[in-house]
């Protein structure tokens, strides 16, 4: 295994790095960095297009002897670069790095889509509108992966699945879930519905559903609004209905990572049912 040293912060290869923190700089090079010892690994495992491993100097034994044998026969094989202290820190985005950092190429089955009639959606799936705090979404995407969703759809105005915080809130689940990112909401919640899909807006309004009296089918899909805002009523008016948890009195709402995971929670408790688990 062949490393490299780099201890100018000014080297080519730390400046490119340093660049992917910044969501202009990932488009660009189509590549993302993943941070921390758990994250790396569950790259490898997942057998993702890793490009470089940079290994902070001052860890350098350590994080050798727990990974050095994922980097083993891995193919392609990527360049793994030992960084100076001030190198390593350029590119990490960590308050207490662990020492280790992947550069990983865009995933294939993170994709935008244009041709909006051409989606079959997967059958346990999960809609996100407007959900703009990298951690919420990473929160999100860990609670939908533990609930059997299989994709997750984004409105394009989301944040970005390639932050450092959507990574780290996702834990390594990221790395096994399928994400479509569209443009034009009302067009695709159209013709999914015309595909005989059902869509709810989790929401509290007028003629909302509690959960605990909505007749869920396979294949239903609950649709998670803006932190603050909720959901644009435009997106609510193409849902089939409105679904709301019941809580306290006195406390205004849940937050939206806690209110998908309740939700999902109640889906995949009821596919257990029909299954007879």
Same mark, same amino acid.
């Given at each position: 295994m062949e490393i490299k040293?780099?201890?100018? /912060?000014?080297?080519?290869?730390v400046v490119w790095a340093s660049s992917l923190k910044e969501k202009k700089y990932r488009e660009k090079h189509a590549a993302f960095l993943a941070e921390g010892v758990k994250l790396v690994k569950e790259a490898f495992t997942s057998r993702l297009p890793v490009t470089h491993v940079f290994i902070s100097e001052d860890k350098k034994t350590d994080i050798l002897e727990e990974l050095a044998p994922l980097f083993?026969?891995?193919?392609?094989?990527?360049?793994?670069?030992?960084?100076?202290?001030?190198?390593?820190? &350029?590119i990490s985005t960590e308050k207490a790095p662990q020492g280790v950092i992947a550069a990983i190429k865009y995933l294939d089955?993170? &994709? #935008? @889509?244009? &041709? @909006?009639?051409?989606?079959?959606?997967?059958?346990?799936a999960l809609y996100l509108s407007s959900v #703009?705090?990298?951690?919420n979404l990473g929160a999100i995407i860990r609670s939908a992966a533990a609930f059997g969703v299989e994709e997750i759809v984004l409105s394009a105005d989301s944040a970005d699945v390639y932050h450092p915080?959507?990574?780290?809130?996702?834990?390594g689940t990221l790395f096994r879930i399928s994400v479509l990112i569209v443009s034009d909401e009302l067009a695709f919640l159209e013709a999914q519905r015309a595909k005989g /899909? /059902?869509?709810?807006?989790?929401?509290?309004?007028?003629?909302? @559903?509690?959960?605990?009296?909505?007749?869920? /089918? *396979?294949? *239903?899909?609950?649709?998670?609004?803006?932190?603050?805002?909720?959901?644009?009523?435009?997106?609510s008016s193409a849902c089939c209905g409105s679904v709301y948890i019941p809580i306290a009195a006195g406390v205004e709402s849940l937050n939206a990572s806690v209110a998908a995971s309740v939700l999902l929670w109640e889906q995949y408790k009821k596919r257990g049912e029909a299954d007879g688990v």
């Open positions: 040293v780099i201890t100018s /912060r000014q080297n080519a290869t083993e026969g891995f193919e392609p094989a990527p360049e793994i670069v030992v960084l100076s202290s001030p190198c390593f820190e &350029k089955f993170f &994709k #935008r @889509i244009d &041709k @909006i009639n051409s989606v079959d959606l997967s059958p346990h #703009r705090d990298p951690s915080k959507t990574l780290r809130a996702a834990m /899909r /059902r869509f709810f807006a989790a929401e509290l309004r007028e003629n909302a @559903i509690p959960l605990s009296s909505l007749s869920l /089918r *396979d294949g *239903d899909v609950f649709v998670i609004g803006n932190e603050g805002h909720g959901i644009s009523p435009a997106v």
